[in-house]
């Protein structure tokens, strides 16, 4: 059974840093493109950042220069490092686990990131 969990999550005021960690289990990260999502309530979820197996880093335009996407197959854990965090990044954070050959999708249970003014 495939598990993701995801942590790291808390209320930080505007301008501080998070870094969000997402381990999995059940599976392992080879062959895998990595990616952070985020959703606010009444809202789509939206794309963060993504990793490809190669090491290929994608931004959002509103997180590029702020935030940092990383893995380590070894521990099948991929990261994000927020820093300069404004309000409107407050959302439920979720990481996402897809499959180079079979493009399935596996997601966490989501973190909470609140960033007060």
């Known amino acids: 059974q495939v598990q993701l969990v995801e942590s790291g999550g808390g209320l930080v005021q505007a301008g501080g840093s998070l870094r969000l960690s997402c381990t999995a289990s059940?599976?392992?990260?080879?062959?895998?493109?990595l990616g952070w999502y985020r959703q606010v309530p009444g809202k789509q979820r939206d794309l963060v950042a993504t990793?490809?197996?190669?090491?290929?880093?994608n931004y959002a335009d509103s997180v590029k220069g702020r935030f940092t996407i990383s893995r380590d197959n070894a521990k099948n854990t991929v990261y994000l490092q927020m820093n300069s965090l404004k309000p409107e990044d407050t959302a439920v954070y979720y990481c996402?686990?897809?499959?180079?050959?079979?493009?399935?999708?596996?997601w966490g249970q989501g973190t909470q990131v609140t960033v007060s003014s």
């Open positions: 059940g599976i392992t990260f080879s062959f895998k493109n």
């Open positions: 990793i490809t197996r190669a090491g290929s880093t």
């Open positions: 996402n686990v897809e499959d180079v050959f079979s493009r399935r999708n596996y």
